[in-house]
């Protein structure tokens, strides 16, 4: 589940980064929002997921 979530956050962040180069005006706003959806969305859920160490 983690490496899927990895390969979500790597593409949507180069999507979301290409988009400015490739797209103008409604459509390259729009491309840009889910993209940054769906990086925001993998990012948090790996970071609930991460493992939590306990100091002693």
């Known amino acids: 589940m983690k490496a899927l979530l990895?390969?979500?956050l790597a593409i949507a962040l180069v999507a979301n980064?290409?988009?400015?180069f490739a797209f103008d005006g409604v459509q390259q706003v729009l491309i840009s929002v889910c993209t940054g959806i769906a990086t925001l969305g993998s990012g948090t859920a790996l970071f609930l997921m991460r493992e939590r160490?306990?100091?002693v």
């Open 53 to 55: 160490h306990s100091r």
């Open 17 to 20: 980064v290409s988009t400015s």
């Open 6 to 8: 990895w390969l979500v």
